[in-house]
């Protein structure tokens, strides 16, 4: 697909481009021709059922935090020039259906809620929009025998997308690689007058270890199988790539490539495919990779 393409099948109103405009922070993020801090996205790991935050151990430094730290955590990370937040939610329930990550009151829903009562305009809120910490078996879709049911985790996508925009998100970011999730994410949110809501896609989203220590960190490792059917083979950068241009027709307002550091090709052959906004994944594993390194004395950390 070429530039020109991308403008014929992508225009109002599945594209929106105010809705990258529409906050001081938002335009701060976005800016093109300056690197700074104000570009970075801190992950926040949120989680039920505890009352002080609980260092990760595949991740140094990095922390679970109970709803009653997420001010003074957001605070913290806000004046060091942190703007946006990913915030991942850890439930104290599961089951088959993932119903608490569309609860009016989970984890996530209530974390939105309070950073932008105490925060408002000043920061950008990500909600990462999946089933894998909220279905007792880890995986990221509804199962059905043993297969991940595509178009019946769609409907699932659709409701959690549309229960963070109730609680005031600026942006969800589909993160279970079913077919069609960007699509239907945005049909739900337009349907339901959440059209200033934005979607991050996790367009290209390739299977690797590299983050185990997040599926640590967030309880989300599957209890059987994997997730190749569903993730990225990370052999085939064509396939990367038609999923991308996928996303965009779909309307996704930002591209994201992950894990970042192996494909910084892919990050190149995006950014000559599109005009959208580009973001690049530093996972868990690059993060503990460093981290171990420097504590075995390795590597210098700095």
């Keep these: 697909m070429n530039l020109n393409e991308e403008f014929e099948f992508n225009g109002f109103p599945k594209v929106r481009l105010r809705r990258l405009r529409r906050t001081p922070a938002i335009r701060d993020l976005l800016q093109e021709t ?4 104000r570009d970075l996205v801190s992950p926040v790991f949120v989680q039920e059922g505890i009352d002080e935050p609980k260092e990760i ?5 990095i922390f679970r935090i109970p709803l009653v730290n997420l001010v003074k955590n957001i605070q913290e990370l806000y004046d060091l020039g942190v703007k946006t937040f990913l915030i991942f939610g850890i439930p104290k329930s599961k089951n088959d259906r993932a119903t608490s990550a569309y609860r009016n009151d989970g984890i996530v829903q209530k974390s939105v809620n ?3 009562k105490n925060f408002g305009e000043k920061i950008v809120t990500v909600t990462d929009v999946c089933l894998c910490q909220y279905t007792s078996h880890g995986h990221c879709a509804i199962i059905k025998n043993n297969v991940a049911n595509n178009d019946e985790s769609l409907k699932v996508l659709e ?3 549309t229960s963070h925009a109730e609680a005031g998100t600026d942006f969800v970011a589909p993160s279970a690689m079913m077919d069609g999730q960007v699509k239907n994410i945005r049909k739900a949110l337009d349907n339901s007058n959440f059209n ?3 979607i991050i896609g996790y367009s290209a989203k390739l ?3 590299l983050y185990t220590p997040f599926r640590d960190a967030s309880h989300s ?3 059987f199988g994997d997730r190749k059917s569903y993730q990225m083979p990370f052999h085939n950068t064509n396939e990367a790539l038609h999923e991308v241009m996928m996303d965009i027709k779909e309307g996704a307002d930002i591209i994201m490539i992950k894990p970042a550091l192996p494909y910084l090709d892919l990050i190149y052959k995006t950014r000559q495919t599109t005009l959208l906004p580009v973001c690049a994944y530093s996972v868990s594993g690059e993060y503990s990779i460093v981290k171990a390194g420097a504590q075995e004395g390795w590597i210098n950390e700095d």
Excluded: C, D, F, H
């Design 207 to 209: 299977s690797s270890n």
């Design 159 to 161: 409701r959690i997308a």
């Design 34 to 37: 300056r690197l700074s801090v």
């Design 196 to 198: 200033n809501v934005g």
């Design 57 to 61: 151990e595949m991740m140094p430094g």
């Design 221 to 223: 490792t599957p209890e």
């Design 114 to 116: 309070t950073l932008k």
